[in-house]
DNA sequence: CTGAAAGCGCTTACAG
DNA sequence: CTGAAAGCGCTTACAG
């Protein structure tokens, strides 16, 4: 026996089709009496609408995409989950989509994304702006200079700039390098540049040699390859400021298999925050995790552009904190410190 | 101006509806030249079919929902990835839930699912069996005791039995304490279960206070908590068994600031392997990960069912391995020692 | 091989 | 307040 439809509806309460559908919404016209005779009947029969039919007819889907490079990743599925959360609530589902990275897939994504007639489409893209759909667009963490399309991402420049000078002037550090990942993406791009300047700032030579990149992936790999020819230089650094959580991982990967105590020998901070962070040996200093924020705003900003609420689409930066631990040389209590917020 | 429909296509190729749809697909006979025609006007529009009216008619909307906890655990972060990447190689979308672990939430979920006409269901419930769709069913991670639903969960048992095993035979340990989640789940019943087996079948006794559970969440601080109890009894326990990575993470902090050396004083094991299990200190030995098979297998067992290639439902379990490393108080080379795959 | 018509399950003017 | 009819954008018998 197949699902019932509102023909059946209608049907078992006495009444047309069209009574039965509004009787079933709020906000139309419809006797008590009606209306309860038809929700009885509803329940009865265990009537549930069928979302497809109605979206065809309103042209409303209430369907918004989720499109990013891998969801197995800590930061995309807690940026996922937070956007999922907010959309939820405004009544919206999501169909996320992995890309792997792959420009093939990304295009495929966004071509079934709009075959299933999403309102809406939240983008961490993993190149350059791809064919977009006709709906409002919101890019997050990696930046789309496309007219019409929203951007948010966390304060990269910032942070890093957090991450130096705290190396800088709490422990007098003068040879930081930097472990990043390519500069192609927004946060690739960002990241160094924020080292660049944050280093000039403060007074320090960068060598070239000092600024090294992993593959497009930021694997952990990378990380413990560019760290392991950081330590084969001549004068190698006393400081590293790895650019995400799983380059520092590689990054202390290779200072423990070279030999090399942290930080006495090698000062290590990590942009992200890996939430065992503290568990690590040793405990290591980064910039708190935002991704919530960061999905929220994202959501948010989608939401505002579906209701037609939204000016015009602009830029926003989600800010970082620096959480420090032992890694950077500082010996805190038990009790984490925490530097105040960075202004937005 | 609104996308282009299939009348937009036919009316530019000069051909009728029924033609333009046979044309735009395969294995309809169509002269070449007018398939020529109405592909040609087809991109020239940048049409793309509205899949909510296919499905419409067509009574399939090749859409499967996948109902987690929570995504943003990388344990079904990882498994929703697998299993989505195989449904998408057989040309599924899917349509991903959150519940939190709140019944109303995953009736809730549920029932959107059923409403937006998904062909079939991967769900990793959060309690006992609710109301379920009139679909094919796969219950992953939690097994669902209902009619006609396809059952997919780790080797449980088998995987606690080859951590006391290996505590037990290789280190000599006698006084083995469990940290687990609650009783509730198949993880947290079954895990349970073959830790009382297990220890039995090695002869030692297994006085209750060695048991502990945590919260629901099986939280890192539930751990910590639970372990911090059995370091605090008359004749503490020389080895722990933590019955995931967070419980481990939270006995591992727990063990630290009790000033209890790990392994010489306790030894630990966790059931999952975190993936930085290899920098923490000590590292950690656990069971392999195994989302990627889990979540392949839950996928390849709903598309059996909805090509009807199925068979009846039955109950798979994916073996797990042993992964050695320093916290059990072995002290391997830098080439990971590794046991034999268990038989499924 | 091609076209006119019906219909998937809804919602919504339009009358009454 | 209620109902008959049209229509959202497709696919698919049914004729020809």
């Not at 549930?48 to 918004?64: K, Y």
């Not at 200093?285 to 609420?309: C, F, I």
Request: charged share 20%; proline share 7%.
């Amino acid at each position: 026996m197949a699902d019932p439809t509102l023909a059946d509806v209608a049907g078992e309460a006495g009444v047309s089709l069209s009574t039965a559908s509004r009787a079933l919404r709020e906000g139309h016209a419809v006797h008590n009496e009606t209306r309860a005779r038809v929700r009885a009947a509803a329940r009865k029969l265990g009537y549930e609408p069928n979302h497809l039919a109605r979206s065809l007819r309103t042209r409303s889907s209430r369907l918004v995409g989720v499109v990013v490079p891998d969801i197995a990743i800590d930061f995309y599925a807690r940026t996922v989950k937070a956007a999922q959360d907010a959309l939820d609530r405004a009544g919206y589902q999501v169909l996320v989509v992995n890309t792997e990275r792959e420009p093939e897939r990304e295009a495929a994504a966004l071509r079934t994304l709009a075959a299933h007639q999403v309102e809406g489409v939240l983008l961490a893209a993993s190149g350059e702006a791809p064919q977009l759909p006709s709906v409002p667009v919101v890019s997050f963490d990696n930046i789309l200079d496309a007219p019409g399309v929203a951007r948010v991402a966390l304060a990269n420049r910032d942070g890093i700039g957090l991450l130096v000078d705290h190396l800088v002037a709490r422990h007098r550090q003068r040879r930081v390098a930097y472990v990043g990942g390519p500069p192609m993406l927004t946060s690739g791009i960002e990241r160094l540049d924020g080292f660049r300047h944050a280093v000039a700032a403060a007074g320090l030579d960068c060598p070239d040699e000092y600024v090294r990149v992993g593959d497009p992936a930021w694997s952990a790999a990378s990380g413990a390859e560019a760290t392991a020819a950081l330590l084969a230089l001549p004068t190698p650094p006393t400081a590293i400021v790895a650019a995400s959580d799983t380059l520092a991982l590689g990054a202390l990967e290779a200072l423990r298999a070279a030999g090399a105590r942290v930080p006495d020998d090698v000062a290590l901070v990590s942009f992200d925050d890996p939430y065992f962070g503290d568990l690590l040996d040793p405990p290591l200093t980064a910039l708190s995790r935002a991704e919530r924020e960061l999905g929220d705003l994202a959501a948010s900003l989608l939401l505002a552009a579906l209701e037609g609420t939204g000016g015009p689409p602009g830029e926003t930066r989600v800010p970082v904190r620096l959480i420090v631990r032992r890694s950077c040389g500082c010996w805190p209590p038990a009790t984490l410190l925490r530097e105040p917020r960075l202004g937005a």
